[in-house]
């Protein structure tokens, strides 16, 4: 169970999550169990232990030792739910619930913006297994989503913002009307870990990539489904056991060692985040700086309304006339700035995003684009990095 308690700051919480009632002989930090086989006094105790296995119980390795639901319990507080399950990266915690809700015949609603892999999914396996996609534009309103919703549609999903092109949905809105007709309503939370509550906003399992701020260190890859509702809880528990998801125990104790500093990690990135998004945004060569926390973006408003805080992860789209190759030829002069997939690490990152993002029903970003995660290096010498690199943009 999550041990959260409203009265508690957020990085109280942090230093004290998941370690109550885990046995670790007085030492601070919950242990790292490692195994397969769990001993049973007798048989009738085995069996009971089984009955148990949406509960914690010690069962067998595959269902979870102490170290994964030491973890299991922090981030259930984290994202404000009471139940998570911990499966092997960021892509199965969105998987697993597209498996637990949906069957041949039915039909699913996912964003146009959505990650990569998330609509790979949807358009293979899926598919495979007689589900139907229907993309629809990220910020679309109630009333157009309602137009969407079929006899058989099971889930809605949610990402917001998009990870490579930033648009925020407005998720009260279009997470009550999918309710009302009886959706599951699934959101990749893992831009909001912290700063945005998920099911005080009407979604039923929240997504996140604990490889993203929770690792924090670019050392492992995890993932995590939280739920509220004891019904979807055991959707999600049965979905993920009768799947065999497992984690390694060494990289939920690892993630248990990074969300200790998430806080201050969060608060010193994201500022950061938005020194360097101001200075691109004052920049001629730039278009577009889409950071959801900066005034005048793109979706700040609904970013205003619905979070109390930001990460670090945003997209610039440069003036149309600057040329893709000019803008590649800056991001591969950069000498601090790292070029690489993933984000919430302690090192800055860039990504060229214009022909990576895969639409099928909303229009293109109005020039070329490019992703940018920012680390916890100095912002001055972060800047001084990009101004020298930026002398690299030609128009055609
Ligand atoms: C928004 C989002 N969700 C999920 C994932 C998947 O996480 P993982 O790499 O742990 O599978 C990513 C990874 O980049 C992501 O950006």
Redesign the pocket.
């Known amino acids: 169970m999550a041990d959260a308690s409203d009265r508690l700051g957020r990085d109280t919480h942090l230093t004290h999550l998941g370690r109550a009632g885990v046995r670790a002989e007085g030492f601070v930090n919950p242990p790292l169990v490692r195994g397969s086989t769990v001993l049973h006094a007798d048989c009738a105790a085995r069996t009971e232990a089984g009955r148990k296995r949406f509960d914690q119980a010690l069962v067998y390795g595959l269902l979870g030792t102490p170290t994964h639901f030491a973890l299991e319990d922090a981030i259930a507080a984290i994202e404000g739910g009471t139940r998570c399950q911990i499966v092997s ?6 998987t697993v619930p597209l498996l637990a809700y949906l069957g041949a015949g039915e039909h699913c609603l996912v964003p146009d913006s959505v ?1 990569g ?2 609509r790979h999914f949807c358009d293979t396996m899926l598919r495979r297994l007689g589900v139907e996609t229907t993309y629809y534009v990220p910020t679309i309103g109630a009333d157009a989503l309602a137009g969407l919703i079929r006899p058989e549609t099971r889930v809605l999903f949610l ?1 917001s913002p998009g ?1 490579h092109s930033f648009e925020m949905q407005d998720v009260p809105a279009l997470a009550a009307v999918a309710r009302a007709r009886g959706l599951a309503v699934l959101m ?1 939370n ?2 909001g870990i912290q700063t945005f509550q998920p099911f005080r906003h009407g979604v039923d399992v929240s ?1 996140q ?4 701020y929770i690792g924090g260190h670019s050392d492992l ?3 995590a489904v939280t739920t509220a509702d004891p019904a979807h809880w055991e959707r999600i528990r049965a979905a993920a056991t009768t799947l065999g998801q497992y984690a390694s125990p060494d990289d939920c104790w690892l993630a248990l060692r990074g969300l200790r500093t998430l806080g201050v990690r969060l608060r010193q990135q994201a500022a950061a985040g938005l020194t360097v998004a101001r200075w691109l945004a004052a920049r001629p060569e730039v278009q577009q700086v889409l950071h959801p926390a900066l005034p005048g973006a793109p979706g700040h408003d609904i970013w205003r309304r619905d979070y109390d805080g930001a990460c670090s992860l945003f997209g610039v789209v440069f003036q149309p006339e600057i040329t893709v190759e000019s803008m590649i030829a800056m991001l591969d002069s950069l000498a601090l700035f790292g070029i690489g ?3 919430g690490g302690f090192e800055s990152l860039a990504l060229p995003t214009t022909g990576t993002i895969r639409r099928s029903v909303s229009p293109p970003l109005p020039g070329p684009a490019a992703r940018f995660h920012i680390g916890l290096e100095d912002t001055a010498d972060l800047i001084a990095d990009l101004e020298q690199a930026f002398s690299r943009l030609r128009s055609r």
């Open positions: 990266s960021g892509l199965a915690a969105i990650y892999p998330s990402e990870s990749d893992t831009w997504i990539a604990l490889t993203k890859v995890l993932g997939a993933s984000w």
